[in-house]
């Protein structure tokens, strides 16, 4: 199922500033010392990275965006709206290790 855009999921950030969000993450161990890393896509799907094993990983996000104009449902009042000049462009995020140790 997918999840409708609201209007709050578009972060204002002004140009040289920076956006920090945290999506929800879930880590799972499977068996066997193994591990599913599952990271909310915000739109009711995800990014699944499995099997994971015990040690070390880096993780990078690239972001794309090349339409100026959202359309979406205002779910308070069931009407539709847009949101114009959206900015256009791509970010990536540095990479950033992560290690899966046994303690």
Request: aromatic share 16%; no cysteine; hydrophobic share 45%.
């Amino acid at each position: 199922m997918l999840i409708w855009y609201r209007e709050s999921d578009f972060v204002l950030a002004m140009p040289g500033k920076d956006v920090t969000f945290f999506p929800s993450t879930g880590l799972w161990w499977q068996e066997d010392d193994r591990f599913l890393l599952i990271i909310d896509a915000g739109d009711g799907g995800g990014w699944t990275f499995q099997p994971l094993k015990l040690g070390t990983y880096q993780i990078q996000f690239t972001y794309v965006n090349n339409t100026t104009l959202v359309k979406f449902d205002d779910l308070e009042t069931i009407k539709k709206k847009q949101l114009e000049n959206v900015w256009t462009g791509m970010v990536t995020t540095p990479l950033v290790a992560f290690h899966f140790i046994r303690n």
